[in-house]
């Protein structure tokens, strides 16, 4: 008997100001899918309005009750949810605990990581417990911000620092302070993206981005990507508009790559991680690796890093997309 297709979501959209960098990555996505062993389709999530496009270029409504659709009046269920939302709801665990509720099955880590790994501050906290290098960062809460002084900020954490939003996917709000008469603009910026805002110790080295999953059977890190730009700092329009050089493989001592990928290894292991992540950092002139983020939905639209490392690696994004969606059902 021949063998019935899953039904595959590709989940994408989301309420953040990556909106449109996940709808890139989902095209992305479906290019790489295996069509001859999966059904795909594109779920387009804002708000309260979740649609599925459908292969004649319309749109129908999905059931948020099952995560169901119907095409010429035939119901259609998903076997398989893989999110690539950028930001909130996919990036932060609720878009998880969702599919957790209807038991559908899905590609990246679970509620708590989601969460953790989406606030820059906690994950920091939590990766140091062990032993992970991280930035010194002070955290500002909505609300609060006179409880902590610009004086104290340059006490404590130095000048230049990063200002941020603690709780976002994206580089928006983001900015690099080179003394103190620059925080409270920064603080306020950062403020109107997220609640809480962390402040961040500035550390100088050569910045890597690298790509890492595992199956059942085998643990795949890939090649690191060496990011260099001219501007200030990785911002939106180095990492979405093409004002950064990307080098793949990083110009790294090889010692250097091991330890990393040994780092990386780890992290997702720490981490109880699913699917395909991506972790920055950043190497001094001493060698040094310091963690600077864990994304748990990278981004595969044509500029992004995880296709070009996947290359890199001798592998084919195809057979990776499936390993990850067939070892949910093993």
Known sequence: MKNIKRNIAIVCGGDSSEYDVSMRSAQGIYSFFDKERYNVWIVDIRGLEWHVSLNDGTRVPIDRNDFSFKENGKLVMFDYAYITIHGTPGENGILQGYFELIHLPYSTSGVLVEAMTFD???????????????????????GYEELVSDDEIDEKIGMPCFVKPAADGSSFGVSKVKNKDQLTPAIRKALMVSDDVMVESYLEGTEISIGC???????????????????????????????????????????????????TSSIYDILHCNGIIRIDYIIDKNQKISMLEVNTTPGMTSTSFIPQQVRAAGLNITDVLTDIVENQFK
């Open 120 to 142: 820059k501050f906690v994950l920091n906290q939590y990766l140091r417990s062990y032993g992970v290098s991280v930035a010194d960062s002070m955290l500002i809460r909505k």
């Open 213 to 263: 999953y595992k199956t059942r059977e085998k643990c795949v890190v890939l090649p690191a990507t060496e990011v260099v730009t001219s501007n200030e700092f990785f911002d939106y329009d180095a990492k979405y508009n093409g004002q950064v050089q990307e080098i793949t493989p990083a110009r790294i001592p090889e010692e250097t790559a091991e330890r990393v990928a040994k780092l």
